[in-house]
């Protein structure tokens, strides 16, 4: 059964950093992963999907990489904005259909 | 394009009511998911949908849940009766999925915040 992890569950940064959340998976043999962003009350907006064969998505300031050999993808946010606010989750999809299996999610604050 | 919508947005009921939650998919889009997300179990996938036709409900908690989709472009969950244990975001998403059930970029609706007093 896949599992997700993120970590850190929260990060807390002052505007401009670079970031880095992490997520892993348990099983390899996936289709793709997904980066979304969820704001409070609202529901999720992908960032970024990055096929199995795939090292490396960039989306602007987003970019999010892929090694599924080891289980584990990041996403990278540069100069943080306190726009960028919210909770990130990935998601694995697994072959043979479209389930989708997410994190737990990081809760990320930027502040100004 | 509108994108997926979802109704109601919010609903408090009570206890052994029926709860019916709809979504309508972002045109074009031929596969349809239920997901529900609770602080304590993070975003389960309870159904999904590939042209109208249930491909996984092992997500579906028990028999008070139900789900169809009457037509390409619009979908019901139900539940009946409802529970304090129920309360949770029920989000519905859509895609366009290929041949091979292919992944591609998934959307969510705003969800529907259902609360069983």
């Known amino acids: 059964k896949q599992e997700v992890t993120q970590i850190p569950a929260a990060l807390s940064v002052p505007e401009g950093e670079n970031l880095v959340l992490n997520c892993s998976f348990t099983?390899?043999?996936?289709?793709?992963l997904q980066w979304f962003r969820q704001d409070p009350g609202k529901g999720l907006t992908s960032l970024l999907l990055?096929?199995?064969?795939?090292r490396e998505q960039t989306s602007g300031r987003l970019n999010a990489s892929l090694d599924k050999s080891s289980g584990r993808s990041t996403l990278y946010i540069a100069a943080s904005q306190p726009g960028d606010s919210a909770t990130y989750l990935c998601a694995v999809q697994g072959t043979g259909f479209q389930k989708l299996v997410f994190g737990t999610g990081t809760r990320l604050l930027v502040s100004p | 394009d509108a994108g997926v919508i979802q109704s109601p947005r919010h609903e408090v009921t009570e206890m052994g009511q029926e709860v019916t939650l709809r979504c309508k998919l972002i045109s074009g889009h031929n596969s349809l998911f239920w997901y529900r997300q609770t602080m304590m179990r993070g975003l389960e996938l309870l159904i999904y949908f590939n042209n109208n036709v249930p491909i996984d409900d092992s997500g579906m908690p028990e028999d008070r849940f139900s789900a169809k989709m009457p037509n390409a472009s619009f979908s019901t969950l139900k539940i009946q009766p409802s529970e304090p244990r129920d309360s949770a975001v029920y989000f519905c998403?859509?895609?366009?999925?290929?041949?091979?059930?292919?992944?591609?970029?998934?959307?969510f609706g705003e969800g529907s915040w259902l609360t069983v007093v």
């Open positions: 099983d390899s043999a996936i289709y793709n």
């Open positions: 998403a859509s895609s366009f999925a290929g041949r091979g059930l292919s992944g591609n970029t998934i959307y």
């Open positions: 990055i096929q199995s064969s795939q």
